[in-house]
């Protein structure tokens, strides 16, 4: 089984950043995707980022392409989201996933964290 812990959520002005955390521990795939995910009040829930932590390919949604960027430290089993100018529709619970394949679609997924919120004032 696959635990994953999100951490770094938080309130923070337009324009500003922040980092995202996401740990990883238990039973792992020989090789696997880690994606975020986010879902505002009465929204759906969408894809965010995405990155292979055998490749070290990414993947972003064009609401967030140049202003996301997506990492890993496989030392520590843990995967980033830093956010920078971020805008007040940034505003959502971020949830982090872990997929067999290189998918940005959700149901791809199979394990999930409790996830974070943030919240982003104009």
């Known amino acids: 089984q696959v635990q994953l812990v999100e951490s770094g959520g938080g309130l923070v002005q337009a324009g500003g950043s922040l980092r995202l955390s996401c740990a990883a521990s238990g039973r792992t795939f020989r090789t696997y995707t880690m994606g975020w995910f986010r879902q505002a009040p009465g929204k759906e829930r969408e894809f965010v980022a995405a990155i292979s932590w055998s490749g070290g390919s990414t993947n972003y949604a064009d609401s967030v392409k140049g202003r996301f960027t997506i990492s890993r430290d496989n030392a520590k089993n843990t995967v980033y989201l830093q956010m920078s100018s971020l805008k007040p529709e940034d505003t959502a619970v971020y949830y982090c996933?872990?997929?067999?394949?290189?998918?940005?679609?959700?149901?791809?997924?199979?394990?999930w964290g409790q996830g974070t919120q943030v919240t982003v004032s104009s």
């Open positions: 996933a872990q997929s067999s394949r290189w998918t940005q679609f959700e149901s791809y997924y199979d394990y």
